[in-house]
């Protein structure tokens, strides 16, 4: 069969393999029988090597969902009584978390701050010294929405030397930037199939300390589908998801798993690298600005300021690009307009490149100058 191939520069899902997207097509099985739990078995224990866990200490629980649920399942799951989240916002995926707080109405302190910068570490520490109550500290390792890689290693040192776990929303960097979830002082991660791990939608997975998952039985119950402790439970008593597990995405994700350690974690650190550094030399060639400092880029997600140019016109910059098989996706900002560019996927610098060549072409049919233009 004869795939066509398509370039995708958005947040996830990613460009895949073709043997990942035939690895969907299997025999018809029931999730129930034995066959489907030792496959899932392996996979949970794959998923927390990912992460650097400990096997001992450290489980993946698998949900069928997009990677918000885990957001959801870990911040409803994981609050003890008459205790408070700090949820460290500097972008729109902590943002989210904030809103299921609100939503659950968990008592919460949303720490806002810049979009463009990393958050202010003694801010965040002098919140948690004037609030013991304080129980669990939630941020994003990589905030899609910006490009912002945050500091979590000392927020989550932090979090610890007041008695408060650490959650992180690790979806959109796991599998692709060096992170290990002891050295990072991390209890909990999370991530999709879709993102890092470059297979399909539909499940997703937190990881996190089994210990603290035990003891969060006893802790205030505010969903049914979404409780860690309960999905949790019913693997470790019967090897199964609670409810049907999404089949054809397992088979999918354990091939890429096969597929990630055989180009090796370094090597494909390494590529996704090489096509973030060709996406800003692309960008760089046509004149085009980035709105966060290079420091604090994940290496990931590069936010792209609009020119300032009478003629331009995202959505048909956007159409000319995906009918030539590259996806860009809008920006995330609600102050400054960008759209954004992403070295997510299986993709290679030759596919930024000839990328590049095809925007050229539609800045020039649309009558845009090149360079691109900024009135400041
Ligand atoms: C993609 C992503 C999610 C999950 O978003 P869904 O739309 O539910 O797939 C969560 N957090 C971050 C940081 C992400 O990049």
């Not at 505010?222 to 199964?240: A, I, V, W």
Request: contains cysteine; charged residues 25%.
């Amino acid at each position: 069969m004869n795939i066509k191939r398509n370039i995708l520069l958005n947040p996830g899902p990613a460009t895949t393999t073709d043997t990942v997207k035939m690895a969907q097509v299997v025999p018809d099985i029931c999730p129930r029988e034995k066959e489907f739990a030792d496959m899932m078995k392996g996979l949970r224990e794959d998923l927390v090597k990912v992460a650097h866990g400990d096997p001992q200490r450290h489980t993946a629980v698998l949900f069928t969902g997009s990677g918000t649920i885990n957001i959801d399942v870990c911040l409803n799951s994981l609050l003890p009584e008459g205790k408070k989240i700090l949820v460290v916002n500097n972008g729109a995926y902590s943002s989210r978390a904030a809103e299921v707080c609100r939503y659950y109405g968990m008592p919460h302190i949303d720490q806002k701050s810049s979009v463009f910068d990393v958050p202010d570490l003694t801010a965040v520490e002098k919140t948690l010294d004037e609030n013991p109550d304080i129980a669990l500290v939630y941020t994003t390792h990589h905030e899609t929405g910006t490009g912002v890689l945050n500091p979590i290693r000392e927020i989550g040192a932090m979090a610890h030397a007041h008695n408060a776990i650490f959650v992180v929303d690790t979806t959109s960097s796991l599998g692709m930037i060096p992170f290990d979830m002891v050295k990072d002082n991390v209890d909990f991660c999370m991530a999709s199939a879709q993102k890092g791990l470059m297979a399909m939608t539909g499940l997703s997975f937190v990881i996190g300390d089994r210990k603290i998952i035990e003891q969060s039985a006893e802790y205030p119950k505010r969903s049914y589908y979404c409780n860690l402790f309960l999905q949790y439970d019913y693997f470790e008593k019967t090897g199964q998801m609670h409810f049907t597990p999404p089949v054809q995405t397992i088979y999918s994700t354990i091939q890429a798993l096969k597929e990630y350690r055989e180009e090796g974690e370094e090597a494909k650190f390494r590529r996704h690298r090489e096509v973030f550094e060709a996406i800003h030399e692309g960008l760089d060639e046509l004149g085009f600005k980035d709105v966060i400092r290079r420091e604090i880029q994940s290496g990931l997600v590069v936010s792209v300021k609009y020119p300032d140019d009478k003629n331009w016109d995202f959505d048909r910059i956007h159409d000319y690009c995906y009918d030539n098989g590259f996806t860009i996706y809008p920006g995330k900002i609600s102050t400054t307009d960008t759209f954004r560019l992403c070295s997510l996927g299986a993709i290679v610098p030759e596919d930024i490149k000839a990328f590049f060549r095809t925007l050229r072409k539609a800045l020039e049919e649309n009558g845009i100058s090149i360079p691109v233009t900024y009135n400041r």
